[in-house]
């Protein structure tokens, strides 16, 4: 596996197509307390900053956690495609009516009692500082194949990419 570190633009990029063809990933606030609080979230959009969207619940415990710490870890991980993406950042809780509305679908519902106007509807606004990903370029057959000719004949097989994303 190649290592291919990006950065600015072309780092926001990486996170926006690994994050937006995953889509589910697993939010950990608090990470100073043992065990960590993870909750898998539902990625809403990547904006144009590259900052990542969710909708959340204003009495959920991952909102007050983000309000006593704001630093947070988002990981997403698709097996069938070999993608995974960590990312550290800082979590913002936003109640701007109008940025709920846009980012609210018909399937939030099932959260959200009063749907787009339950008091309870918050979002969370996840801007990146860092990350790490992994990309085998191929699906998990190819890439289990390239790894067994590898294992067999010793060669170095172009797996994929792997690299830090610096923001």
Not at 38 to 57: C, N, Y
Not at 146 to 167: F, N, Q, R, W
């Amino acid at each position: 596996m190649s290592t291919k570190n990006l950065y600015d633009k072309e780092a926001r990029e990486k996170i926006k197509s690994l994050v937006e063809d995953i889509k589910t990933g697993i939010l950990v606030t608090d990470m100073l307390s043992k065990p960590l609080s993870a909750v898998p979230m539902t990625t809403k959009q990547v904006d144009e900053h590259g900052a990542i969207w969710f909708l959340s619940r204003s009495d959920s415990e991952h909102n007050k956690n983000i309000e006593k710490d704001s630093d947070v870890q988002l990981l997403y991980s698709d097996n069938s495609d070999m993608e995974y993406i960590s990312i550290y950042g800082e979590a913002f809780i936003e109640t701007n009516r109008e940025v709920l509305e846009d980012l609210y679908s018909k399937v939030d519902d099932a959260w959200f009692e009063d749907g787009k106007d339950d008091p309870k509807l918050t979002g969370i606004k996840v801007n990146p500082k860092e990350a790490y990903y992994w990309d085998t370029k191929s699906n998990k057959y190819v890439t289990l194949f390239k790894i067994g000719v590898a294992a067999m004949g010793g060669d170095d097989k172009d797996i994929g990419e792997k690299g830090k994303l610096k923001l």
